[in-house]
């Protein structure tokens, strides 16, 4: 069998990934240009050798199940990412080969800020954009690049510049910028065009393993599906729609004037880290806490409440005790969309080691400042966990008899006894500390200064804190 007709090694000989009782075809539509492209990749991986230092980094779009086909390593990204997440692949694997692969929508619409800052800070990494003027994946919506009068499930009269603008040349946009080393769009719309693709898309693979730059080369592709044509039609659409306002060619190419980029070994040290975050300052050594409950020596905390009550600063004090304490910790916050009188939470996982979950499904500790909080999250704490609940805001009560119950009116009591109820926070803080033991209390106060940044509002949160060591 001819070379060409051979499946590329750098392809899996049967696609197990996939749930698909057929293991040997792609997921794509007949006369889909992304089965095609893939094919030209993976030769070109076969032929550098670089399969097994590679890295594809798969979009949202029609091309997400990438994973299906190459055997390489793979990070699936959310819509429009693929450029963040390649330069953060690229940047500590510095020897990896990373291949953004990206739609037109994905890259031209929800992540188009993505692409240009990435191309212009000129990572090492190549982007392979996949252009089929439309949103195949969901159903043929408008894209960036549907051109002017195309139809499209969201354009059904047509794209009209008065209201959508104009097709976006992206290879145009980004060869503009000072950093990309090699911009180029190919097509797949014929046997010489398709040639011209295989070669773009080596020379920006070598371009990478040669250490010279950001390169994306743009491949006008066929979407049968989406133009509502059939595959053989697919190609004269093409020539037809496609190619006479995206127009082929090289828009940049300075590979020769460029010299291989410098990468800079990584630091992996934890002791380099903390000094050039200049974290050292933050290091202490406590005495031991007392023995506390096992369930409280590596907690996972949920706090909920209103956006407001200090809900996300309890979740950073309480870390950053933590990490003084010498732990391992993640602190997620989720909001509302609006901060004040919405709803937000923080997930707090303490860890002895490192942290392997930073999600808090099942909470030991569930602080609940208001109703809402515990109607939603009360059912989740795990058995013999404990509850915190402010009873300001609380009025039914734990409706469960197999956890531990902390339960106080915290705002009322920061209200009146300290003057303003924005410290009950602090005074939660406190009793959580006190009650469980988890943390030197030591710790607490020193976490202060790194997040009070009023620092006249620090004695205050101190007493606070005090107060919460009497309710614990
Ligand atoms: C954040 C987010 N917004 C929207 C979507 C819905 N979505 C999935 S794929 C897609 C567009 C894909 O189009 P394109 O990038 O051109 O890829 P194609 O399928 O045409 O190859 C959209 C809008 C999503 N998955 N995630
Ligand atoms: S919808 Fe379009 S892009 Fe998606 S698989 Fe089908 S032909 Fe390919
Ligand atoms: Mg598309």
């Given at each position: 069998m001819g070379k060409l007709l051979q499946k590329p090694k750098s392809f899996y000989n049967e696609f197990f990934r996939s749930p698909s009782p057929d293991k040997l075809s792609t997921h794509y539509c007949p006369g889909c240009g992304h089965g095609v492209i893939h094919k030209y990749v993976a030769e070109a991986m076969d032929?550098?050798?670089?399969?097994?230092?590679?890295?594809?980094?798969?979009?949202?779009?029609?091309?997400?199940?990438?994973?299906?086909?190459?055997?390489?390593?793979?990070?699936?990204?959310?819509?429009?990412?693929?450029?963040?997440?390649?330069?953060?692949?690229?940047?500590?694997?510095?020897?990896?080969?990373?291949?953004?692969?990206?739609?037109?929508?994905?890259?031209?619409?929800?992540?188009?800020?993505?692409?240009?800052?990435?191309?212009?800070?000129?990572?090492?990494?190549?982007?392979?954009?996949?252009?089929?003027?439309?949103?195949?994946?969901?159903?043929?919506?408008?894209?960036?690049?549907?051109?002017?009068?195309?139809?499209?499930?969201?354009?059904?009269?047509?794209?009209?510049?008065?209201?959508?603008?104009?097709?976006?040349?992206?290879?145009?946009?980004?060869?503009?910028?000072?950093?990309?080393?090699?911009?180029?769009?190919?097509?797949?719309?014929?046997?010489?065009?398709?040639?011209?693709?295989?070669?773009?898309?080596?020379?920006?693979?070598?371009?990478?393993?040669?250490?010279?730059?950001?390169?994306?080369?743009?491949?006008?592709?066929?979407?049968?599906?989406?133009?509502?044509?059939?595959?053989?039609?697919?190609?004269?659409?093409?020539?037809?729609?496609?190619?006479?306002?995206?127009?082929?060619?090289?828009?940049?190419?300075?590979?020769?004037?460029?010299?291989?980029?410098?990468?800079?070994?990584?630091?992996?040290?934890?002791?380099t880290i903390i000094k050039m975050l200049d974290l050292d300052r933050q290091v202490k050594e406590y005495a031991k806490p007392n023995p506390t409950k096992d369930i409280y020596e590596q907690p996972k905390i949920k706090v909920a409440g209103f956006g407001g009550q200090g809900i996300l600063m309890l979740g950073v004090l309480l870390s950053e005790a933590a990490m003084l304490n010498g732990k391992q910790v993640t602190w997620i916050p989720s909001y509302g969309p609006e901060m004040r009188g919405g709803t937000a939470n923080c997930q707090v996982v303490i860890r002895n080691n490192k942290v392997g979950n930073p999600s808090v499904d099942k909470p030991t500790i569930l602080i609940a400042m208001n109703q809402p909080s515990l109607d939603r999250f009360e059912k989740d704490v795990i058995p013999g966990g404990l509850i915190v609940i402010n009873e300001t805001?609380?009025?039914?009560?734990?409706?469960?008899?197999?956890?531990?119950?902390?339960?106080?009116?915290?705002?009322?009591?920061?209200?009146?006894?300290?003057?303003?109820?924005?410290?009950?926070?602090?005074?939660?803080?406190?009793?959580?500390?006190?009650?469980?033991?988890?943390?030197?209390?030591?710790?607490?106060?020193?976490?202060?200064?790194a997040h009070i940044k009023k620092i006249d509002l620090i004695p205050l949160n101190k007493k606070a804190i005090e107060l919460g060591f009497s309710l614990g």
């Open positions: 032929d550098f050798g670089i399969a097994d230092n590679t890295i594809w980094i798969s979009p949202v779009g029609c091309s997400v199940f990438g994973y299906y086909y190459f055997d390489c390593g793979h990070q699936q990204v959310p819509h429009g990412r693929a450029p963040a997440v390649a330069t953060g692949v690229k940047r500590s694997h510095p020897e990896a080969i990373v291949i953004s692969y990206q739609g037109d929508g994905d890259l031209a619409a929800i992540g188009g800020n993505n692409i240009i800052q990435a191309a212009n800070r000129g990572e090492n990494i190549t982007v392979i954009f996949v252009n089929n003027s439309i949103y195949g994946m969901t159903g043929g919506q408008m894209a960036p690049t549907t051109l002017v009068g195309q139809t499209t499930t969201t354009s059904p009269y047509g794209r009209n510049p008065a209201n959508e603008g104009y097709p976006m040349r992206m290879a145009e946009l980004i060869a503009q910028l000072e950093a990309p080393v090699y911009v180029e769009r190919v097509a797949l719309n014929n046997a010489q065009n398709r040639n011209k693709t295989r070669k773009a898309i080596r020379k920006a693979l070598k371009i990478q393993i040669d250490k010279k730059g950001f390169s994306l080369v743009e491949i006008l592709s066929q979407c049968p599906s989406g133009w509502k044509v059939s595959p053989v039609d697919s190609l004269k659409w093409m020539e037809e729609n496609q190619m006479p306002y995206f127009p082929l060619g090289v828009f940049k190419d300075v590979v020769e004037q460029r010299n291989p980029l410098e990468t800079k070994p990584r630091i992996w040290d934890k002791d805001l609380v009025t039914s009560g734990v409706t469960r008899d197999d956890v531990d119950v902390l339960a106080h009116p915290f705002s009322d009591i920061a209200d009146k006894q300290l003057g303003t109820v924005k410290v009950q926070n602090s005074l939660i803080l406190g009793a959580l500390i006190k009650h469980t033991n988890m943390l030197d209390q030591q710790a607490i106060f020193d976490a202060l200064p």
